[in-house]
Every structure is written in C-alpha cells, then in structure tokens.
C-alpha cells in the first residue's frame, strides 16, 4: 500500500504543478459608467500555452488583461492565477505574484530619463538583492537575446519603435517570469518590424515556456505563434479554438472579422 500512496502523492503533485500556470477567468463582468464591457467571460490557459485574444474595438481586450494583472478588479466574476484567486490577495501576497508576471504595454512605458540598460536593469534593482556585477551579467544577456546588443547606453529618444518594443520586451521578461501579458505589442510598427517583434516573441516563449497572452489585432499573422485563439464580442468569448479552426471557419460574423483584419493589415503596406 506504501508505494500505492507515493504513486498517488506524485500524481496529485504532477497535476498541482500544471495547475500553477494556469489562468482562469469565470464568469468575468466589468463595466465603467454604466455600460457594460464584459457579461460573462469565461476561459482558462493552461501553463506554458501562448493564447491570442482579439475581437472588436471595445470588446474589453486590454482591460482583461489589467484584470488578469491586478491592475482592475471586476464587478463580479472570479479570476484565479496559479490557482490563486487575485480577489483575495493583498499586501506582499499580491506583490509576489505580480513579481512572477511580465507585462508589455502598448507603447513600451520605458523611462525617459534612463538609458536602454537602466530601463531593462530597474526590475532587478528594485526587487532582487544582488550586486551590479550580476545585475549587468543578466542585462546583457537579455538585451542579446531580443537584438539589442549596442545599444545599451541609448535613451529611449534615441532608438527606433521597435528598438522601444524589443527593450520592453527585455525588460518585461529579465525576471523570467512565469507568466506573460502582451498588449498590443506590435502598434505603431510598420508590417516587417511588427512580424519580427511577433517573432521575437515567439523565439521567447520558446526559451521560457511562460504561460501567455497576446492581445493583438494581426490577423492572421499572430495565429503563427500562438497555440489557441480567443474572440471576445458582445461581452463574452464568441469562439475558442485553434487558429486553423478560425481560418477555415464559414462563421459570417468570424469571416467578416478576418476580412476586415487582413484589409488593415494590407493597407499597412500602402
């Protein structure tokens, strides 16, 4: 029976484990001045899959995320984070699960004043006990990793937009965090730039295995990069499936929507 219970014991374990990256909203209601935004969203992300969200200006998108974040908090509706509700975290809990996130924001949020290095080096000062020696060890490597060998001591003004994305990025994920939230990652980007940020992301994803999702309007660009995709409209999740599944849909709604995404992107290009 002893070895029935240890093969027991490492099962539960096993699945405790996986459980850890999980994301899961239920049943999910914001609104702001009266008007709804979400009605009832539900869904869950398992750990380690990259997850694309997408749906109509308004659809509540970035405001998930905020949520997911602990940025907002909903109306009613659960949101749990590594199996941990976020409603009931507060003071240091709250602040050490935050610490195991990374979020990219729209336009980067990079500190004006601080060179490339000190932006993606902050994290590490602010929240890690170690030496400078250390701190510059792992900046570097980042910065590497995303491309942006050389120009660690530029300033913000200084480098390009998708130079600002690609120093976000290294410092949204220098705490290799277990979980990661890209907001609309590639706007203002012109087309070649914006596919080599989602590539780049990609490339991440594969070195880190986080638990993620990509807010984004490129359609069907990011479907290459993502495992699962999750349409909002009308205050809930109108679909949930594999890209492929969405490419070959006959939806009207669905149809109309790639149409219009794949017209944008093109017009991009004009």
Known sequence: MGLFYDIIFILIYAWHIHLCGMIELINIQKGFNNKSVHSGISFYIPEGKLVALIGGSGSGKSVLLKMIAGLLQP????????????ASLKGRSLRNLRSSMGYLFQNGALFDSMTV??????????????????????????????????????????????MIKRAALARSLIMEPDIMLFDEPTT???PVIGLSVLKLIKDCHDRLSFTGIIVTHEIPRAFDIVSRVIMLKDG?????????EFMDSDDPYIKA???????????EYL
């Not at 109306?75 to 976020?86: F, P, Q």
């Not at 809930?236 to 492929?244: E, G, N, Q």
């Not at 929507?257 to 017009?267: I, K, L, N, T």
Request: aromatic share 8%; charged share 30%; proline share 4%.
């Open 188 to 190: 203002g980007l012109d």
């Open 75 to 86: 109306d009613s509706g659960t949101i749990k984070v590594k199996n941990l509700e976020m």
């Open 117 to 162: 290095f000190d932006n993606v080096a902050f994290p590490l000062r602010e929240k890690l006990k170690i030496g400078e020696t250390a701190i510059e060890e792992r900046v570097y490597k980042e910065l590497d990793n995303v491309g942006l060998s050389g120009s660690e001591m530029k300033y913000p003004s200084q480098i390009s937009g998708g």
């Open 257 to 267: 929507f790639m149409g219009r995404s794949r017209a944008d992107e093109a017009q």
């Open 236 to 244: 809930y999740v109108y679909k949930d499936a594999v890209p492929k």
